[in-house]
């Protein structure tokens, strides 16, 4: 099947400093990205679409401007978390369509 | 909106049958996923339901009846391995049909 990859795997930052994870698909060409972030013990919730070559579009309740996102190309989107807190340690998980939607890895994130 | 409810936990034995059930309320439903997700791990795709019935892949089977907005996914011969969660998720129309996860079931298989 296809394949989703993450990167970083984890990261542990310091409260204040931003955070940038990549999200690659691998062997297709991804015209939508989704990014989702899951907290222990519960389920996947999306925050944003992602869509090439223009902004993405984020679910209520999640704030752009913490949470930049970036599909600068049919292979690669990233999250980058600023100014990171405590309450944004969670699990990060992205997903890629192109056609039948496929799920990346994950990116734990832990700040301290 | 979209909200989707199952079972928070099942527990069944080894090389039983179980059913996790799903029901859900969308606008624009387009299609009914099953993800398994391990403990630490990412979400794995299992099976895809976009019209009324039953589909099989091999020891997993998923469910969709549309006029009831109910789903469901059949593991036979459960094995330890199985132990996980378990979500719907549902596929809903649209230019990038996003999808929406359930709350999720954590399936406990038991000796």
């Known amino acids: 099947g296809a394949v989703v990859s993450q990167h970083p795997s984890r990261v542990i930052c310091k409260s204040g400093t931003s955070v940038k994870i990549e999200c690659r698909s691998l062997?297709?060409?991804?015209?939508?990205m989704f990014w989702y972030r899951q907290f222990p013990k519960q389920s996947l919730m999306l925050m944003a679409t992602?869509?090439?070559?223009?902004?993405?579009?984020?679910e209520q309740g999640v704030e752009k401007d913490k949470f930049l996102i970036n599909h600068a190309s049919l292979t690669l989107s990233t999250l980058t978390v600023t100014s990171a807190h405590p309450e944004d340690s969670s699990f990060y998980i992205c997903?890629?369509?192109?056609?039948?939607?496929?799920f990346g890895p994950g990116t734990r994130l832990t700040v301290l | 909106g979209q909200s989707l409810e199952q079972p928070s936990e099942v527990t069944a034995v080894e090389g039983a049958i179980v059913q996790i059930n799903c029901t859900y309320q969308?606008?624009?439903?387009?299609?009914l996923s099953w993800y398994q997700q391990h403990d630490g791990g990412a979400p794995t795709f299992l099976s895809y339901?976009?019209?009324?019935g039953l589909e099989e892949t091999g020891r997993f089977s998923s469910f969709l009846s549309r006029s009831d907005s109910y789903g469901y996914l059949l593991l036979q011969e459960l094995q330890m391995k199985d132990s996980a969660s378990y979500f719907c998720?549902?596929?809903?129309?649209?230019?990038?049909?996003?999808?929406?996860f359930g709350t999720g079931t954590k399936l406990q298989v038991i000796p």
């Open positions: 997903s890629a369509s192109g056609g039948a939607q496929f």
């Open positions: 062997d297709f060409q991804a015209t939508t």
């Open positions: 992602s869509n090439e070559g223009s902004k993405a579009t984020y």
């Open positions: 969308t606008s624009g439903f387009y299609g």
């Open positions: 339901n976009a019209l009324d």
């Open positions: 998720a549902v596929r809903v129309s649209g230019g990038y049909q996003k999808v929406t």
